[in-house]
């Protein structure tokens, strides 16, 4: 059965050449990831943490956040990681890490939400050949509502419209697959946590829009399966990507202002 991913999905929709190189010549990158990925690790992980702790009836202090934080950003950080922005430095980005955590402890706490699963993994069957996996940054059930609710911490530096926000799929996607476990019937929330402006942005879906959008995937899914070109797409991503050595519309383009 071939799984697949929004990440996967999307790689195919931003650049066909970069779904080749990552997904089906499996070649393995030269650069592993960028700061603002190792941010987003980092704080994730912390938030992760910080949860457990309250699954076990603890409330930790802000400084055993930071500290846990500060030690999962020692964990994989290297000094050749990639910085795009040449006037910040990866100070910079820790520091944003530091302040994502403070804003988020003082505004969430005692981070009462009846949180069930952290990092829960899902799988969606698509079709009798295909699936779709994905993981969960936090599941609570709300108490007060009755709801699922889909907890997503995002590190990015935009703010999104609610427009954007009720078509994102990722989350969407995520409630078909809670609802197949808990019950067709059950409401779902999608809650995106913007933490660089500590602000949430929720959302819902009516069960005719996430029908729809399972026959779209599958739509999507079968155009990639069929597809026999890779084309490469000159965007502000090239900057990120970690093919780009390797891409020649890249290379062509190194004066360009996406270099």
């Known amino acids: 059965m071939a799984m697949y991913s929004h990440s996967k999905l999307s790689s195919f929709e931003q650049c066909k050449l970069r779904y080749k190189f990552r997904y089906i010549d499996k070649i393995k990158p030269e650069i592993e990831k960028s700061i603002e990925a190792h941010l987003g690790t980092a704080v994730h992980s912390a938030l992760e943490w910080l949860y457990k702790q309250v699954q076990e009836n603890k409330i930790p202090e802000i400084d055993d956040l930071l500290v846990t934080y500060t030690e999962e950003w020692q964990k994989e950080f290297s000094p050749g990681i990639l910085i795009v922005k040449k006037h910040l430095t990866s100070q910079d980005y ?128 079968n155009k990639i399966e069929s597809t026999t070109e890779f084309p490469a797409t000159n965007s502000i991503l090239c900057n990120w990507c970690e093919f780009k050595t390797l891409c020649p519309e890249f290379q062509s383009h190194s004066s360009s202002p996406f270099s």
């Open 94 to 221: 820790y520091n944003k890490g530091i302040k994502f955590l403070i804003d988020y402890y003082f505004t969430n706490k005692p981070f009462d939400e009846n949180t069930l699963e952290l990092e829960k993994r899902i799988f969606l069957n698509l079709t009798d050949q295909h699936k779709l996996q994905g993981y969960i940054d936090r599941l609570t059930y709300n108490l007060q509502t009755n709801e699922y609710e889909i907890h997503d911490y995002k590190t990015a530096n935009s703010l999104p419209s609610q427009k954007k926000i009720d078509n994102d799929r990722q989350l969407a996607l995520y409630s078909i697959a809670i609802k197949e476990i808990f019950g067709q019937e059950k409401k779902v929330s999608l809650i995106w946590h913007y933490l660089n402006f500590n602000q949430k942005i929720i959302s819902k879906r009516t069960d005719q829009q996430l029908e729809q959008l399972k026959k779209d995937i599958i739509e999507l899914i």
